[in-house]
């Protein structure tokens, strides 16, 4: 038996040496091995040139494998391809730099084999453009010199901060008097905006925010360094940071993605760690099918980071399909962890019958490819916000990066009028996020914005602003979505929720679309949203706020006070209805000292609310 087996392994070692091809096909899957290719021992070399001949060999549709060998890999924009892309909510500087662009790729699964791959500049590590059937897993992203900055708080008194920066990581200089970052021998960057981070927590310092953390006037400062890696911030700030905190400093543009997904299908990122990206964490767009197991947006806490992976975390924009999040994590990000929305575009001009001509509103939201034959469209009479019926695209024709015609195959509604907006329902998802936890960022939670059935089932939310918005507009942001089916069960909204001011940041559970006119004439803009089964923890006021909802239950669920924070919102209603129709308040569990225990309806009448709190809740008309 000994011999049998050593003969086996002699065999097999033949076999073996004598394969030459970086190929290896294993049943009927190819596995390409990158360290074939030169990715080995790379130290910080550039290795963008051995990605490209490696994607030179991904040919065909038969299923592959790219395999790392685990290592930490460096990547610069030398050499790397380019393209012009529009990117949803990314300020318009083109060509995007793409370290891994993929391109009408199917059936290929992309193996880090938890390498790291550290990216220096701007650019744009993955990019999937018009692929299919594609995993991504088992990596980590980060960048050498991140494009912000992080400072400890060493000293604060009443005329001055003393900040700790390390120059290494976050190479930093004055310029007439001003605080600026020199990245990758770039212009200069200024700083542009400020979050506190708790040391110990590691969550935003309540009521700090996009208003509140150096007070108004900050920007007046006048820098100084009193040594090497401390600079003295001259000004009597009106609202001072912690001794021991982190200060995270805003400084660059967001021009890139870390993943971007455009016009494909069926993508799946799995077990990724994107510990930095220079815009959006993943941008999906114009895409269908997509799935994140894993997926993690958050701080590389071996550096001591206390920002994480990017802007928003993930940003669905204008896609369709099931949307799948389940397992992921968010944390100290600048922007949204989700956001799941459309774009609304505004008629500038009738040009006959069947066809318009149309604006995007949004400067980050130009150029896209907005339209496509047969796609569904509802046209939206802008001031209350509701449909003039639908019309289906025969052709969509760009004039320039702003404006754009679209043919309809029947006649327009007569009462379309300039000013007017319309959306795109085609490309309406269904979204479903579970087991997920949503720690403290900048701003919100989850942004929810499409009419296709939505689940948000046993994540925990730790956001310092709302921990769920459901807004929709075409006045705004442009960002377009009436919800019609959202279910939000069996989750934990943690005392941290809620916890600074932003924008629309009404209550922990925010429904606020933007709606010029509300009135008796003005039909609900959202609908059948169910709200039962969850744990609140809020240590203020308002746990929700509902604008322009037909069908809302908070139903069995059970509202904690805490005492971690001391209470600031406005908002002094546990509960506001505004413009609302069929409510229920059902079956809850509310603790004895819960601030408010009321109810302000809210143009809303009291026929339309159905609930068992009557004896405990004080209810006020408006």
């Given at each position: 038996m000994k011999r049998i087996v050593t003969l086996l392994i002699l065999i097999t070692s033949l076999v073996l040496s004598f394969h030459t091809s970086n190929a290896t096909e294993v049943s009927d899957t190819t596995y390409i091995f990158l360290k074939d290719y030169g990715l080995q021992k790379t130290k910080k070399q550039n290795?963008?040139?051995?990605?490209?001949?490696?994607?030179?060999?991904?040919?065909?549709?038969?299923?592959?494998?790219?395999?790392?060998?685990?290592?930490?890999?460096?990547?610069?924009?030398?050499?790397?391809?380019?393209?012009?892309?529009?990117?949803?909510?990314?300020?318009?500087?083109?060509?995007?730099?793409?370290a891994f662009l993929f391109e009408e790729k199917k059936n290929l699964v992309i193996d880090g084999r938890g390498s790291t791959l550290i990216f220096h500049g701007q650019m744009q590590p993955f990019t999937f453009d018009n692929c299919s059937n594609i995993t991504l897993k088992n990596i980590n992203i980060d960048w050498e010199n991140p494009l912000i900055a992080q400072g400890e708080v060493l000293k604060v008194t009443d005329d001055f901060i003393d900040l700790g920066i390390n120059h290494k990581e976050f190479p930093h200089l004055l310029d007439n008097n001003k605080l600026v970052f020199d990245v990758y021998n770039s212009k200069p960057n200024s700083w542009r905006g400020t979050m506190e981070f708790d040391r110990k927590g590691r969550y935003v310092v309540p009521q700090t925010g996009d208003w509140g953390c150096l007070g108004r006037g900050w920007e007046n400062y006048v820098a100084e360094t009193t040594m090497p890696g401390v600079v003295r911030l001259h000004y009597k700030f009106t609202r001072k940071p912690k001794p021991g905190n982190y200060l995270v400093l805003r400084h660059a543009e967001r021009t890139h993605s870390g993943i971007f997904i455009l016009k494909s299908k069926k993508i799946t990122i799995q077990n990724l760690n994107?510990?930095?990206?220079?815009?959006?964490?993943?941008?999906?767009?114009?895409?269908?099918?997509?799935?994140?197991?894993?997926?993690?947006?958050?701080?590389?806490?071996?550096?001591?980071?206390?920002?994480?992976?990017?802007?928003?975390?993930?940003?669905?924009?204008?896609?369709?399909?099931?949307?799948?999040?389940?397992?992921?994590?968010?944390?100290?990000?600048?922007?949204?962890?989700?956001?799941?929305?459309?774009?609304?575009?505004?008629?500038?001009?009738?040009?006959?019958?069947?066809e318009v001509k149309c604006k995007f509103m949004h400067h980050q939201s130009i150029g896209l490819n907005w339209g496509h034959k047969d796609d569904k469209i509802s046209f939206i009479e802008n001031e209350r916000m509701n449909s003039l019926g639908t019309g289906n695209v025969i052709s969509f024709k760009p004039i320039d990066k702003e404006y754009f015609t679209l043919t309809f195959s029947e006649n327009i509604p007569n009462n379309l009028e300039t000013g007017d907006a319309l959306e795109n329902l085609t490309w309406s998802p269904y979204f479903t996020v579970n087991n997920t936890h949503f720690k403290s960022c900048r701003a919100r939670g989850l942004l929810i914005s499409t009419p296709g059935k939505v689940v948000v089932e046993n994540n925990i939310f730790e956001s310092s602003g709302s921990a769920i918005l459901i807004a929709g507009d075409a006045n705004g942001w442009f960002e377009s979505g009436a919800v019609a089916d959202i279910l939000?069960?069996?989750?934990?909204f943690t005392e941290l929720c809620n916890t600074s001011s932003y924008q629309f940041c009404e209550a922990i559970i925010s429904i606020f679309p933007i709606i010029p006119t509300l009135d008796e004439k003005t039909p609900a803009f959202h609908k059948n949203i169910r709200i039962e089964g969850n744990q609140f923890n809020p240590f203020d006021y308002p746990v929700l706020f509902a604008r322009s909802v037909d069908g809302i239950e908070f139903t069995n669920n059970t509202v904690t006070r805490s005492h971690t924070f001391?209470?600031?919102?406005?908002?002094?209603?546990t509960f506001t209805f505004e413009n609302c129709k069929n409510t229920s308040i059902r079956g809850n569990q509310f603790s004895e000292d819960l601030l408010g225990k009321n109810i302000l309806l809210k143009k809303t009448k009291i026929t339309d609310l159905q609930t068992d709190v009557n004896e405990t809740f004080q209810i006020q008309e408006f």
């Open positions: 290795c963008v040139k051995y990605i490209n001949k490696a994607l030179e060999d991904l040919k065909g549709d038969k299923p592959t494998v790219l395999v790392f060998t685990r290592g930490i890999y460096h990547f610069y924009p030398d050499d790397c391809q380019t393209r012009e892309y529009y990117e949803s909510n990314t300020t318009d500087i083109n060509p995007k730099v793409c994107l510990y930095h990206a220079t815009g959006l964490g993943v941008l999906a767009q114009f895409s269908e099918d997509l799935t994140f197991n894993g997926y993690r947006a958050i701080p590389n806490r071996a550096k001591n980071h206390y920002f994480g992976g990017g802007d928003d975390g993930l940003q669905v924009s204008n896609c369709r399909g099931q949307i799948t999040v389940t397992n992921c994590e968010f944390e100290g990000l600048m922007d949204d962890p989700i956001n799941v929305h459309g774009t609304s575009v505004q008629v500038q001009e009738i040009l006959s019958k069947k939000i069960k069996n989750n934990t001391e209470p600031y919102h406005n908002k002094q209603f």
